[in-house]
């Protein structure tokens, strides 16, 4: 039997009897429920031992679920392996189903049939919709047309029709987002950097704020001379470029640290999940007291 | 012996390094180690800025993230629903991506049906869940909130809700909180609601540590408070939790600090290695390995 064979057939069977004896001697990944004003709320222990509580069969199988393909996902730090594909194909084509049925009913259903054939969508699908339509409400024809056309690129034939939608789209996107650029990146951030060297606060010298300004005030500068190439980058162009690099490398650093800081904030969840919800070596919300 | 440890660092397989991060996450996790945390100014700004509502404000919670980033903002969505539902605000929820509304949906029932069950819905909170369209929705319903939504998310005409008959647009909201884990998120909502409308949209937010260095610069004129990952999301805790929590706060709204332990083990060993590995390179060069 080849070494890593014999790891993976090691880890599954300790893994496996870990599982077994833990679902025997409790309930792991057990969720119970009980109905409160109507609604089916999650349990306490203490509720279950009272009797208030059911077994929820669908919530206990999606945790065992969760559970399950978590550590498919996570098998992928070991190697590339059969379970980190399926998680990984399963992931994907939910996530374009779900889209697709959230796209239908957000915005397909309420914002365009709904404005243009009210009655009709609010008799089948939307009973709160106003049967009336709105003042001009035919100007929802036109995104009816190129939604149409968008999707032409499928037909055999015309492709090109879907050409003019996409165009449209592509415009004005960069239309939208070109405006919210220059107002809130390149004038706003223009005017925020216009700070007072010398910071007084009621006729004191404000040292630690003024210093915190004139450190922006060189920051901005001297990136800006790094990035400027039309000058070659010597002498005391050189120097003040060196020093825009320090800035962007201690910017790039700090990134990295909230980078670093998020994805271990994601694993924790995810251990906690397991740790908790799934296997009950942990409770620290107190869900499991009485059990 | 130095030179057996060069030569086991030099060819360390990196999957001994995914066992060690393992170790240090589920480690803490396991024992439930706590460290304290001291607010900084960041947090402090946010706290302020939602103390400073009187009780019937308006506030839009964008809850623009998903369960891929819950992980690190969960923790800050839960204490911002514990925030508002202790001033007696009036909550308008909405997202901007399709998963958004079970993130809604969990602060929702989680939160504000569990532990404030005298708040109504429709007087004093209300889901009008995901529209497609990105930084458009925002464009949009920054002057005619009716433009996009013409009912809630549970599908009643938006002008039968008692809490919207009166808002005809983002505008009309005191405040704004953006919990954001990618696009479209907070730098949307600053560019297109907070810097054209700088007397009438204030928004103060919560993001992930991979967003938070390209939030800084709108701080403090376009972004008067950020919660920077789950280290901002533990010091905001903290302050909602001291003034909110009575004497044995629930540990739901203690997530984010306890999240913290396995981040300051998995920081350490982060620094260790990034040390080794200097160390390792550094000796490479000085023995001619590597050039």
């Known amino acids: 039997m080849k070494r890593e064979t014999l790891i993976w057939t090691l880890l599954l069977v300790l893994g496996g009897g870990f599982l077994a004896y833990r679902a025997m001697s409790s309930g792991v990944g057990s969720i119970y429920v009980q109905e409160i004003d109507g609604v089916e709320r999650e349990a306490r222990g203490v509720d279950v031992v009272a009797g208030t509580a059911v077994l929820s069969w669908s919530r206990t199988g999606g945790t065992w679920v969760a559970a399950l393909f978590t550590l498919c996902i996570f098998s992928f730090l070991y190697k590339d392996n059969p379970f980190y594909k399926f998680a990984e194909s399963v992931v994907i084509g939910v996530s374009a189903a779900y889209w697709m049925v959230v796209g239908l009913w957000s915005v397909i259903i309420p914002n365009l049939l709904g404005k243009i054939f009210p009655a009709w969508v609010q008799s089948w699908a939307m009973p709160g919709l106003s049967p009336l339509r709105e003042q001009g409400w035919f100007w929802n024809i036109i995104p009816l047309v190129l939604g149409v056309m968008l999707l032409w690129r499928l037909a055999p034939k015309g492709g090109w029709i879907a050409r003019w939608p996409l165009a449209l789209i592509i415009g004005t996107t960069a239309g939208i987002r070109l405006v919210g650029f220059m107002q809130a990146d390149f004038l706003s951030q223009i005017r925020n950097s216009i700070l007072p060297l010398v910071v007084t606060i009621d006729g004191t010298f404000d040292f630690w704020t003024s210093m915190q300004n004139g450190l922006m005030l060189v920051g901005i500068l001297t990136c800006l001379v790094y990035f400027f190439f039309s000058i070659e980058h010597k002498g005391v162009v050189g120097k003040v470029a060196n020093v825009g690099i320090w800035y962007l490398m201690i910017t790039f650093g700090a990134a990295f640290g909230f980078t670093v800081m998020g994805r271990i904030a994601l694993l924790a969840q995810r251990l906690e999940f397991l740790f908790d919800d799934w296997l009950w070596l942990i409770d620290p919300a107190g869900k499991r007291i009485g059990f | ?291």
Request: hydrophobic fraction near 40%; include cysteine; glycine fraction near 8%.
């Open chain 2, 1 to 291: 012996m130095i030179d057996i440890m060069y030569d086991i660092l030099k060819n360390l397989d990196r999957r001994w390094i995914f066992l060690l991060m393992f170790l240090s996450v589920g480690i803490p996790i396991l024992f439930q180690l706590q460290f304290p945390e001291k607010p900084t100014g960041l947090a402090k700004a946010v706290f302020k800025e939602i103390e400073n509502l009187d009780e019937g404000d308006r506030v839009l919670l964008a809850w623009d993230f998903e369960p891929a980033t819950e992980g690190e903002l969960g923790p800050m969505a839960t204490a911002f629903a514990l925030h508002c539902c202790k001033k007696k605000v009036k909550m308008y929820f909405l997202s901007l991506l399709p998963v958004g509304p079970q993130m809604i949906d969990e602060t929702i029932s989680g939160i504000v049906e569990k532990d404030f069950p005298d708040l109504v819905y429709g007087q004093d909170y209300v889901n009008l869940g995901y529209k497609s369209g990105y930084e458009g929705v925002i464009k949009v319903i920054i002057t005619d909130l009716r433009g996009l939504y013409s009912t809630d998310a549970r599908g009643t005409n938006i002008d039968q809700i008692p809490m919207c008959q009166d808002v005809e647009s983002v505008q009309d909201m005191d405040l704004i909180l953006s919990v954001s884990g990618s696009y479209p998120g907070t730098k949307e909502w600053v560019q297109y609601a907070a810097t054209p409308y700088p007397d009438k949209v204030r928004i103060v937010a919560g993001c992930t540590g991979v967003q938070s260095p390209l939030l800084y610069p709108y701080i403090p004129e376009q972004l008067p408070g950020l919660l920077g990952a789950i280290k901002g999301a533990a010091e905001y805790e903290k302050l909602v939790v001291k003034k909110y929590g009575g004497l044995e706060p629930d540990p739901i709204y203690q997530e984010g600090i306890r999240r913290m332990g396995p981040q300051l083990v998995a920081h350490v060993l982060m620094i260790v290695l990034i040390v080794v590995g200097n160390i390792v390179y550094f000796m490479q060069r000085a023995r001619g390995e590597r050039t």
